[in-house]
């Protein structure tokens, strides 16, 4: 497998250096920055596969940083955050994050995250020759990764389109977070709650699903998601 290259951003100099050595043993090759204006240098000189993002950098904050790493094509990102605010969580995925870590954090945890997104962009660029999902008006295309509705494509991220897809392959089937967690991050999170209701808020926005009855993806409270079948109300 060809070597993956990870950006570090982080201003705290030993905490970058600490990330920098541990993934670098785990056979990453590592970048490292230290504020916002550098790491988007660093980016577009050797667009990394993965970045570890600090949320609370000096100047232009990671939210920015993450904005702007997004805007010509997708990458990865791992947000680092000092507060276990819900309100930091969703605006980072917001801007396009895939996951988030809490600090003060392990290693171990760190290079689990890591490798979990690893996994999930081998996936992603498997070819595959999966017919396309058709439920009600919308046709979800895991080869080409688009989701149209009523033929008019729906811009959504990696994350989404996966949970998407994950609920939509067995409509009627009340999914958990948890199992969601797994089944799309590759892994459990004592927070993942939060963070899976987070996407699915976002995909009913995109999809126009918001309403009181909505047409696709119904909760079930206590549990957690379900795309509906015909026939459903």
């Not at 993956?4 to 970058?16: F, G, K, N, T």
């Not at 920015?64 to 995925?93: H, K, N, S």
């Not at 009600?136 to 895991?142: E, M, Q, V």
Request: aromatic fraction near 6%; hydrophobic fraction near 40%.
């Amino acid at each position: 497998m060809t070597e993956r290259s990870i950006l570090v951003v982080d201003d705290e100099v030993p905490i970058a250096e600490a990330v920098r050595a541990r993934l670098a043993s785990e056979g990453y090759h590592v970048r490292v920055a230290h504020d916002g204006p550098e790491a988007l240098r660093a980016s577009a000189e050797e667009r990394p596969d993965l970045v570890v993002l600090d949320l609370m950098l000096p100047g232009m904050d990671g939210l920015e940083v993450c904005r702007e790493l997004q805007r010509d094509a997708w990458i990865p990102v791992l947000m680092l955050t000092a507060r276990a605010d819900e309100a930091d969580t969703v605006a980072g995925f917001a801007v396009g994050a895939d996951d988030y870590l809490t600090k003060p954090f392990s290693m171990r945890e760190l290079t689990a995250r890591v490798r979990a997104i690893v996994r999930r962009m081998e996936r992603m660029n498997q070819a595959t020759s999966t017919e396309p999902i058709t439920r009600f008006d919308l046709t979800i295309d895991a080869a080409r990764r688009r989701v149209l509705r009523a033929s008019e494509e729906v811009s959504l991220t990696p994350l989404e389109f996966d949970i998407l897809a994950a609920l939509a392959r067995a409509p009627g089937v009340v999914q958990s977070r948890d199992q969601l967690m797994d089944r799309v991050w590759g892994y459990r999170d004592y927070a993942g709650g939060r963070v899976v209701d987070s996407h699915v808020a976002r995909i009913r926005r995109k999809l126009g699903d918001e309403a009181a009855e909505p047409r696709y993806i119904r909760t079930v409270h206590g549990v957690g998601y379900a795309f509906k079948e015909d026939g459903d109300h």
